[in-house]
Nanobody, 124 residues
């Protein structure tokens, strides 16, 4: 069973940085590809970043490419999202998710397990 818990959100000024963490309390973390998604008020949940099981392959939404970095530590059962040069439009609840598939999935419907989310607010 995968149980994901996000942390690291908060309030930051535009141009600042935050690092989100997502820890899995189960024993199968390395069996899943991981993704980060976000959802702003009144908007649909959108893809942010993806990392495969080994951490050797990543994929980003165009809106965050060059600013955000996804990484994982399978020994710690944790996936990270380093967010730099934050903008007010990055404000959202950020979710991590686990995917059993072996292809890069950008749709939230493809993911099997979700964390509870962590709020990121970027002030201008």
């Amino acid at each position: 069973q995968v149980q994901l818990v996000e942390s690291g959100g908060g309030l930051v000024q535009a141009g600042g940085s935050l690092r989100l963490s997502c820890a899995d309390s189960g024993r199968t973390f390395s069996s899943y590809a991981m993704g980060w998604f976000r959802q702003a008020p009144g908007k649909e949940r959108e893809f942010v970043a993806y990392i495969n099981r080994s951490g050797g392959s990543t994929y980003y939404a165009d809106s965050v490419k060059g600013r955000f970095t996804i990484s994982r530590d399978n020994a710690k059962n944790t996936v990270y999202l380093q967010m730099n040069s934050l903008k007010p439009e990055d404000t959202a609840v950020y979710y991590c998710a686990a995917d059993r598939a072996y292809i890069v999935n950008l749709s939230p419907r493809s993911y099997d397990y979700w964390g509870q989310g962590t709020q990121v607010t970027v002030s201008s």
